[in-house]
């Protein structure tokens, strides 16, 4: 049987916080934000990414052409966004400049549900393509060359004599116009001679 401290270091919870800047980061953040955070035991705390300027940044919509900056914060000892907030605050940063979402937060959960769809839907252009992966082997006998244009004249002239049947020219006599034309010079004009 496990004693107390084995089932104590084993339920060891970690605290995630996802701290978004807009705009420029002040000089020192990343190393200042260290030595604020110290105390909690910092687990994990790096920058994620940095998007590029964007006309209206995602969680920033009240900011025009700003970049937002991702750091990503996991501490073993307990900490709320408030207390995370003003740790920032105490850094430079301005409260309308920052967000900050802990990891269950439903509309953080939504935001990497987006990202994992974007990434499964998303496609490299056609044209960065070089080797043209996505076209099928084609046999150019079967498009270009001689044996393709008479097997085409075959299957044109197969074709007429396929048509002729169906309107039944087949049938006629060849020589009935012929005939048609002897019988009327015996015919005298109906204008006169």
């Known amino acids: 049987m496990k004693s107390f401290k084995q089932y104590l270091t084993e339920n060891k919870k970690v605290y995630s916080f996802k701290v978004k800047v807009a705009g420029e980061i002040p000089e020192g953040f990343l190393d200042g934000l260290k030595n604020t955070l110290d105390r909690y035991e910092i687990v994990n705390l790096q920058e994620v990414n940095k998007t590029p300027i964007q006309k209206l940044p995602m969680d920033f919509p009240?900011?025009?052409?700003?970049e937002v900056t991702t750091f990503e914060i996991i501490t073993e000892y307990p900490i709320t966004a408030p207390e995370l907030e003003k740790q920032v605050v105490t850094l430079g940063v301005g409260a309308?400049?920052?967000?900050?979402?802990?990891?269950?937060?439903?509309?953080?959960?939504?935001?990497?549900?987006?990202?994992?769809?974007?990434?499964?839907?998303e496609?490299?252009?056609?044209?960065?393509?070089?080797?043209?992966?996505?076209?099928?082997e084609i046999d150019h006998n079967d498009y270009f060359g001689e044996e393709n244009k008479s097997s085409f004249l075959q299957d044109l002239a197969k074709a007429q004599q396929e048509r002729l049947k169906e309107l039944e020219y087949d049938k006629l006599d060849p020589n009935v116009y012929e005939q048609d034309y002897l019988k009327q010079d015996d015919k005298k004009s109906p204008v006169g001679s």
Request: no cysteine; proline share 2%.
């Open 96 to 121: 309308n400049k920052m967000k900050i979402r802990g990891s269950g937060e439903p509309s953080e959960i939504r935001q990497i549900e987006m990202e994992i769809e974007k990434e499964e839907t």
């Open 62 to 66: 009240e900011m025009e052409n700003a």
């Open 123 to 136: 496609t490299s252009a056609l044209l960065n393509d070089a080797e043209y992966s996505e076209v099928s």
